[in-house]
């Protein structure tokens, strides 16, 4: 058949069943299939029973899915205590008709293999739970017990055909959760060949950080992500952490927002930075890039809006403090709750969860400014790589938000102007270098405008003052004496 009459025809594409956990839709190219089963698999404490229950009370609460839940561990009390700490009611869902949790207590030692064992005291048993309900997502949780008693492979592989198969036949979406087997994806090495879906999660350490990994092994008729993904269990719940996470079909804004320094506006074109751009300010240490972000904070909050300010090396009171020397004074915004200072050092945890921090924060103060001080200190936490994908999913939010982001970048002094130690030079939209320069007998700080999208700019190198009546840039002079404080 040519690719024309291909296109010609109406092709139906898998249903998708949405699970709401942010990050997992984009992934799953929508969500786990609709109507299928699904298997989550990986080793303890790794997030199988949390996700398998977030997949049921988004279901229930934003697509009016109403869930059943069959344990094989835990009993309704204890999973409701569990996952209360995330958010999650299970007992108001449970008396609002959208949820219904069923312990299944198996003891091994109460099972007699007869020849003649099924599962259809379990089909009866959810299978009413399914209609009393209106069901049309199902998990359990987890299979191992369920079939622990099982030596005899051939009745195994015949009683984990038949389940999957009647849970298709139910048209309910499923999630089942299976331990990881010894060398094998599953402790018996079968259910992931009858699955349509097949997600495993990871939980490692290395080098004392841990952090917990997602991967689809297979999703049967539909294309979805093949790397390892970074995802977090938060106080929200999962977060999945994709490498991109924007299609590049974000708008963008024409409106110009002022720096707070006219000169520095006047080497943009006379009106500052687009708004929901992305800026880095790099330079050496010493050279004024907190002092700058500063400026351009106070600026945002004197338009009456809000910033936030993530520190990763100095406490808020060291900033604010430090500030006032130039006549910067980031106290009275704090005061009226259009300021944030988040501060957190870099080894505190690990990078994905410094970035769904950020996430939370950002979304609940909703800040026009957001400042990342500085983004090189994570490289004490992660490879280069993983620090350019991190800091490429913050900025890809923050432009989806319309959030104009200020980073933050400490360069040696025998790096190049142009380069960046995250390598993220092509996602930044302007760049604003500061950079020390030695002239008879003293320090002089010279400032320049490396690049700037969509705007006409300077391309000379200015003098960067630090006051006690504010920043000033002036026309390079290496040869009047400097007379500035030494904030940085």
């Known amino acids: 058949m040519t690719p024309e009459k291909r296109d010609k025809q109406r092709v139906k594409l898998l249903p998708k069943a949405p699970t709401g956990i942010p990050g997992m839709d984009e992934i799953t190219s929508g969500g786990l299939p609709k109507g299928r089963p699904t298997l989550v698999a990986g080793g303890a404490g790794c997030g199988k029973t949390l996700l398998a229950m977030e997949f049921l009370v988004n279901g229930a609460i934003q697509y009016n899915e109403p869930g059943v839940f069959v344990a094989f561990e835990e009993n309704a009390e204890e999973l409701a205590q569990n996952v209360a700490s995330l958010g999650f009611d299970l007992k108001q869902l449970m008396k609002q008709k959208k949820l219904i949790i069923d312990y299944v207590r198996v003891e091994r030692t109460e099972i007699e293999e007869t020849g003649e064992y099924d599962l259809d005291g379990l089909f009866i048993r959810l299978g009413h739970a399914i209609d009393t ?255 350019k994908f991190a800091v490429t999913r913050i900025i890809d939010f923050l432009k989806v938000n319309m959030i104009t982001g200020l980073f933050i970048s400490v360069t040696s002094k025998d790096e190049a102007a142009d380069q960046s130690v995250v390598g993220i030079f092509s996602l930044i939209d302007a760049w604003v270098n500061l950079r020390n320069l030695e002239s008879n007998g003293e320090r002089h700080r010279g400032l320049f405008v490396l690049k700037s999208r969509g705007m006409s700019h300077s391309n000379k190198i200015h003098s960067f003052y630090l006051t006690k009546d504010g920043i000033k840039i002036r026309a390079m002079d290496l040869v009047g004496p400097q007379t500035e404080f030494s904030t940085t």
């Open 133 to 387: 309900l209106g069901a049309k997502r199902v998990a359990l949780d987890t299979i191992e017990v369920l079939f622990s008693a099982l030596p005899n492979q051939g009745i195994l592989r015949a009683e984990l055909h038949r389940l999957f198969r009647w849970l298709k036949d139910k048209g309910v979406s499923a999630v089942i959760t299976a331990e990881r087997g010894d060398g094998t994806m599953t402790r018996f090495g079968l259910e992931e060949y009858v699955a349509d879906c097949v997600i495993l999660l990871d939980h490692r350490v290395a080098e004392q950080v841990s952090t917990r990994r997602l991967r689809i092994v297979k999703y049967r008729g539909t294309l979805h992500g093949t790397n390892e993904y970074p995802f977090l269990i938060g106080k929200h719940g999962i977060s999945v952490l994709p490498i991109t996470s924007l299609m590049l079909n974000h708008q963008v804004s024409r409106e110009r927002i002022p720096t707070g320094i006219k000169e520095l506006d006047d080497m943009l074109g006379g009106k500052g930075f687009y708004r929901g751009s992305s800026i880095m300010l790099s330079g050496t240490a010493g050279t004024g890039k907190t002092s700058l972000a500063s400026a351009l904070v106070e600026a945002a909050c004197k338009r009456g809006e809000r910033c936030l300010y993530f520190a990763f090396e100095e406490s808020a009171h060291q900033i604010i403090r430090d500030m006032r020397s130039i006549g910067i004074d980031l106290a009275p915004h704090i005061k009226k709750g259009l300021l944030q200072i988040h501060v957190a050092r870099p080894s505190q945890y690990g990078l994905e969860m410094h970035l769904v921090t950020m996430y939370d924060l950002i979304r609940e103060f909703k800040p026009s400014v957001v400042v990342l001080d500085p983004i090189t200190d994570f490289t004490s936490v992660g490879s280069e790589l993983e620090i």
